[in-house]
């Protein structure tokens, strides 16, 4: 399939990066700004532009944990390999993108 018989750059862009590569940052810098944005409006507009970061986030933590953790490591035996193993940087990235996702997550009281 080609990328320019797609509608639009959005699919072309997605189309490119192969299982969101570069799309978790994307969308993580795009919610970071949405976010910075509505830093000072009312408590329902903050929540209401967490979104982006929230899809961001999940992103890259399912590319850390099920890419590298699950697939690279389980099903491709990475953990065997002595210049290879990159398990440990996996799930250090895949803990700091958990913990800043759950307290994205938080509703402030």
Same mark, same amino acid.
């Given at each position: 399939m080609a990328c320019h018989r797609l509608a639009g750059p959005t699919p072309c862009l997605l189309y490119r990066d192969h299982l969101g590569r570069g799309n978790d940052r994307f969308l993580c810098?795009?919610? #970071?700004?949405?976010l910075y944005k509505v830093v000072h409006q009312d408590e329902p507009a903050f929540h209401r532009a967490k979104g982006? #970061? %929230?899809? *961001? &986030?999940t =992103? /890259?933590?399912? &590319?850390?944990? =099920? /890419?590298?953790? *699950? %697939? *690279? *490591?389980?099903?491709?035996l990475m953990w065997?390999?002595?210049q290879w193993n990159a398990q440990q940087s996996a799930f250090r990235? #895949? %803990?700091l993108i958990g913990l800043v996702l759950l307290f994205l997550c938080l509703r402030d009281p």
């Open positions: 810098w795009v919610g #970071a700004a949405r982006m #970061a %929230i899809t *961001g &986030l =992103l /890259g933590f399912c &590319l850390w944990f =099920l /890419g590298f953790i *699950g %697939i *690279g *490591g389980e099903w491709f065997q390999s002595e990235i #895949a %803990i």
